[in-house]
């Protein structure tokens, strides 16, 4: 991918794709999301609803799940997308808790005519728990 802005309308564009796939017979609302790796390769998910709500799953952290299961844990950049009209999709707070996990990357929260707004992890989670509350004081 170039280094224009290509690569976020590519990365939106797979967003866009993924709800393709959604299960999401209780809210109706269909979200996909794209996650770009370090070196260019974009995992895809979709939000998968149960019955028993607690049990469904976001895009994001579907997303997610593929790349690290596939061994990759450095991400560039995520997209959301969703199928509402007038205003943009924020990861919710537990996939903004799962993507802190991995370093404070772009979030692309997009609207269906491909309009973005970019925001950092940290901006949507402030103050977020990460990996260093862990370490011992040395």
């Known amino acids: 991918m170039s ?6 309308k590519s990365l939106i564009e797979e967003s866009q794709k993924a709800k393709e ?12 999301s794209a996650l770009l790796t370090e070196d260019e390769k974009i995992f895809t998910g979709c ?17 997610i799940n593929k790349a690290v299961s596939d061994g990759y844990t450095k991400f560039k950049a995520i997209a959301v997308s969703s199928d509402l009209e007038e ?14 996990e991995f370093g404070d990357i772009p979030v692309f929260m997009t609207r269906m005519d491909g309009s ?17 509350y862990l370490k011992k004081n040395e």
């Open 47 to 63: 939000n998968i609803e149960n019955a028993c709500f607690y049990l469904g799953l976001c895009a994001e952290r579907t997303a």
């Open 87 to 100: 205003q943009v999709i924020p990861p919710c707070g537990a996939c903004r808790q799962v993507i802190r």
């Open 21 to 32: 796939f959604s299960y999401c017979p209780y809210s109706q609302l269909r979200v996909g």
């Open 3 to 8: 280094q224009s802005n290509d690569w976020i």
């Open 116 to 132: 973005y707004t970019r925001m950092t992890v940290e901006e949507l989670l402030p103050l977020s728990w990460n990996a260093e």
